[in-house]
């Protein structure tokens, strides 16, 4: 957004019309060259087949990220390699015993966004089978989704909040209150019990499975229990502010506001380089590009939901978060596979920090479709 005689109007800033079409350039060529594999981290410049893990979280990813492209450009280069990645994550989707609750990441993306985008019933099908079994984890004591399998059944982390989307989709598209009650539900309890007062939020909180009371909060991906890892924040901003958009309550919007106020006080100490946990020691320094990315979306949708006159802040802040990525952790090559660099999947996990993955670039490009006014909106 951009300042005009004292009002904020919408317009696209130049830098984010150049990064679009060097992103899009970019992905015309990497597309035939990665194929049926599905990517994750890129190794020696190129993406390699994470397909083989076939229950990994972020396996659904790339199908949105070509479902993104095709949505701006409408080129069948776009969406027939993404439907193609759909008949890949088939195997697990019918395979079931290792899917957790990031089925709503996976099939949001390989299955609803195609339906949305092209009426495909198979899309709508491999949707409505995420939902059914993201419904099937739900607790009815604790009122939560259990989020991981291996015998944790009272965990429940942050990210949920973006995978209860597909609830409320399958919600509108049956016109069965039944998912959308769960997903509030959840959403509710996570209100209650991951957001702090000053607006941080635990990744991990553990459940009792049999009374619903809190029982832990064990150590996630940030630095330890306590302490504030961006991601998960990110997560929070996102998610509670698509609660709002999908329920209209006030208290999703209201919670999602918090967080951001957090993220953004937070993100200007470091000049909107993003760290990977705000409370970690100051040194050494890890960055998360991919928790800056998701941020942004965050905001700008808060940018469009809160009041006129609070719509700058969240909008002004997503856009030096935006800038900043753009700026200093972009990488346009054709040669290489992977635009966003600087993500880090777990403060101490050292062979995934500071490096391209593939939900980087999705967020990156999701926030800059939002700046183009693109109607999509696949959550």
């Avoid at 492209?69 to 990645?85: E, R």
């Avoid at 491999?126 to 059914?132: D, K, S």
Wanted: glycine letters at 8%; a negative charge.
């Amino acid at each position: 957004m951009k300042k005009e005689n004292g009002h904020y109007i919408d317009a696209t800033p130049a830098w984010a019309v150049s990064a679009w079409d060097q992103a899009l350039a970019k992905y015309r060529v990497m597309v035939p060259r990665i194929g049926t594999k599905i990517p994750y981290i890129p190794e020696n410049g190129r993406y390699t087949d994470k397909g083989e893990d076939e229950y990994w979280w972020t396996n659904g990813f790339y199908a949105g990220v070509l479902w993104e492209l095709y949505a701006a450009t409408q080129d069948k280069l776009f969406s027939n390699a993404a439907q193609q990645q759909a008949v890949r994550l088939d195997e697990p989707l019918h395979g079931f015993v290792g899917l957790h609750h990031d089925v709503g990441f996976e099939w949001l993306h390989a299955g609803v966004a195609d339906y949305r985008l092209t009426g495909s019933e198979a899309g709508k099908t491999r949707g409505l089978i995420a939902a059914n079994i993201l419904a099937g984890r739900y607790n009815p004591t604790g009122r939560y989704l259990v989020s991981w399998n291996e015998n944790r059944p009272g965990w429940v982390i942050i990210d949920s909040l973006m995978n209860i989307n597909i609830l409320y989709w399958a919600s509108e598209e049956t016109e069965d209150p039944r998912f959308k009650q769960m997903a509030m539900n959840h959403a509710d309890t996570v209100l209650a019990n991951h957001l702090r007062p000053d607006g941080s939020v635990y990744h991990i909180v553990a459940f009792d499975p049999t009374t619903g009371a809190v029982a832990d909060h064990p150590q996630g991906q940030g630095y330890a229990p306590e302490s504030a890892w961006t991601r998960g924040q990110a997560w929070a901003i996102y998610g509670f502010a698509l609660s709002y958009l999908h329920t209209g309550e006030d208290r999703y919007l209201e919670a999602a506001k918090r967080v951001a106020h957090y993220f953004l006080a937070n993100a200007a100490e470091n000049d909107y380089d993003v760290v990977v946990d705000f409370r970690a020691p100051q040194e050494p320094v890890y960055t998360d590009t991919s928790a800056a990315a998701i941020a942004v979306n965050g905001l700008l949708l808060l940018g469009r939901l809160t009041p006129t006159g609070e719509q700058p802040l969240y909008r002004d802040g997503a856009l030096r978060l935006l800038q900043r990525l753009t700026d200093r952790h972009t990488d346009f090559d054709p040669a290489t596979d992977g635009i966003l660099q600087g993500a880090t999947a777990m403060y101490h996990s050292a062979h995934e920090r500071e490096v391209n993955m593939i939900y980087a670039d999705f967020f990156y490009l999701e926030a800059l479709t939002k700046l183009r006014n693109e109607p999509f909106l696949i959550w």
